[in-house]
């Protein structure tokens, strides 16, 4: 028996270099992961792969580019010999109003989200087709879910993401290939930025909180991307888990 939950695993992390995705890198390897992080803030994932040795291996790329998905499988099989996990994380859009967003806005938002989510599930398909066990955890959001204001291509771009995960949940079960989505509420560099620049729109989001605070990174988020990851999940796919301290309840 492994003595660690992920012990043997091999994964590929979406912008995991740092925020949420950082880290989820940092605790896959905690529980015996080893991590292809795919990011384009070269300072801080080469920082990351030398803080974490040889158990992680950085890819500098952007994630709306289908070579660098391509890329990071191969990298992820030629280092480790095998994918068993992919997290999707990664994605960047610009906060407007719906009637102020250009077409720009909007590409940047589906090229990074739902088509960057499309293609590297697409490039590892045939090699989470040999892991036996193999788990794709998509990012999604709360403010697609509540119609969160000023975020109308982020959130069109994670509904698309959940609608998505529902339906390859369903075609890829014959392959014991679980696909589920986590909505993250946490409070990152990102979300401190925004909070500054929205003081209301933040305050109004905490507010809704039962638990009373947005989620670390570390402690709240990963920890449900980690179980995901793990044969512990074995029996759930196609689910959308929320990591927002009660802030929506799903029926």
Same mark, same amino acid.
């Given at each position: &028996? ?5 012990? #043997? ?12 995705? +950082? ?7 905690? $529980? ?6 795919? =990011? ?9 792969? +030398? ?6 291996? *950085? !890819? $500098? ?48 938002? &589906? ?13 590892? !398909? ?5 892991? #036996? +066990?193999?788990?794709?955890?998509? *990012?999604?959001? +709360? ?34 290939? $679980? ?10 560099? %990102? ?22 605070? *947005?989620? =670390? ?18 029996? &759930?796919?196609?689910?959308?888990? &929320?990591?927002? %301290? ?6």
């Amino acid at each position: &028996m492994n003595s660690l939950p992920l012990e #043997g695993k091999s994964a590929v992390v979406t912008g995991g270099a740092s925020g949420i995705g +950082g880290a989820v890198t940092k605790l896959l390897v905690e $529980r015996g992961a080893r991590v292809v992080v795919v =990011d384009l803030q070269q300072e801080a994932g080469e920082a990351l792969a +030398g803080e974490l040795g040889d158990a992680v291996v *950085f !890819l $500098r790329g952007d994630v709306s580019d289908r070579a660098v998905a391509d890329l990071a499988v191969s990298t992820a099989v030629e280092r480790f010999g095998k994918l068993d996990v992919l997290v999707n994380n990664a994605s960047v859009s610009r906060q407007k109003p719906f009637e102020d967003q250009t077409d720009a806005d909007w590409d940047l938002a &589906m090229d990074t989200g739902l088509y960057a989510t499309r293609n590297f599930m697409l490039a590892a !398909l045939p090699e989470l087709k040999k892991a #036996g +066990g193999a788990s794709v955890i998509n *990012f999604g959001s +709360g403010a697609g879910l509540d119609g969160q204001p000023n975020q109308a291509s982020y959130a069109a771009a994670k509904e698309a993401i959940r609608g998505l995960s529902r339906v390859v949940a369903n075609e890829w079960a014959p392959h014991d290939i $679980r696909v589920n989505v986590v909505c993250p509420m946490a409070l990152t560099a %990102g979300v401190a930025a925004w909070a500054e620049a929205r003081p209301e729109q933040y305050a109004q989001s905490a507010a809704k909180v039962p638990l009373g605070r *947005f989620g =670390d990174p570390d402690r709240d988020v990963a920890p449900i991307v980690a179980f995901l990851a793990s044969d512990d999940a074995r029996y &759930m796919t196609g689910q959308t888990v &929320m990591a927002d %301290g009660g802030a929506i309840k799903l029926r």
